[in-house]
């Protein structure tokens, strides 16, 4: 090989290493770490259509009027308040993703959710022990990252936006996709249940990306308060077309 021809190889090789890593970064998946919070104008959510179960449970897990104060029993007593609830708290939450997992952790008590991108299964759900956040697994279809959870419980705040309440058969699939260049998350939840729900139940939060210098702040929380007794219904919601 004459040195112009080595000189010709050696440069299409670096236009091929180029292209390569182009196409790789174009590839790339969103990454979605940050602190995200709600808005004024953040909630659409429409009416649950729900069974007769449905309408039952979900009105036996409402907070309960106690002497003009609104009571719910997990907030009350500090347990974990688990999924939906802490998805739609006014605090901002916290998201740490990696190639692993996606992580959000609330300021509320709640667990950290923990949400697998390393192509693992559900587990055996007559094994798997029932929590207030489920066992969520997530795979990305193009710049939307597609979240599946099962394995919740009945505890902590069941209640879903719109009406219903989680619990055992409950089935959660959020859809997760940055808007605005990156300055807004738009999460879409949908809900599937057949106790409760006549037909899935969808809606959708739209968190603003929280500015670089928040941090993470403590929540304490003492069951022994009798001012934890005292805790807020949630606002009304706003309805829109999906």
Not at 154 to 163: E, L
Not at 198 to 208: G, I, N, R, V
Request: proline fraction near 6%; charge should be negative; charged fraction near 25%.
């Amino acid at each position: 090989m004459t040195i112009r021809n080595k000189a010709v190889a050696r440069a299409a090789a670096f236009v091929m290493t180029s292209l390569c890593t182009i196409g790789a970064a174009s590839a790339a998946t969103p990454d979605l770490s940050g602190f995200w919070e709600l808005k004024h104008d953040s909630k659409k959510v429409g009416k649950a259509e729900l069974t007769a179960e449905g309408k039952r449970l979900a009105e036996a897990s409402r907070p309960k009027v106690e002497d003009g104060m609104i009571m719910t029993y997990a907030s009350r007593w500090c347990h974990p308040l688990g999924t939906p609830f802490i998805m739609g708290d006014s605090a901002p939450l916290d998201l740490v993703q990696s190639k692993r997992e996606l992580a959000i952790t609330a300021e509320v008590q709640s667990s950290a959710r923990h949400i697998y991108l390393d192509g693992r299964p559900h587990p055996d759900l007559d094994a798997f022990d029932p929590t207030t956040n489920g066992h969520s697994i997530g795979r990305w279809e193009g710049n939307v990252l597609v979240v599946d959870t099962v394995g919740f419980n009945d505890r902590g705040n069941p209640m879903v936006p719109g009406g219903g309440v989680r619990g055992e058969g409950s089935h959660l699939v959020e859809r997760y996709e940055l808007i605005d260049g990156g300055d807004r998350l738009k999460v879409t939840f949908t809900w599937t249940d057949p106790k409760i729900f006549m037909k899935a139940h969808t809606y959708s939060f739209t968190y603003y990306k929280a500015p670089a210098e928040t941090y993470a702040l403590e929540y304490f929380c003492d069951s022994s308060d009798p001012e934890r007794a005292k805790t807020a219904e949630e606002p009304p919601q706003v309805s829109s077309k999906q």
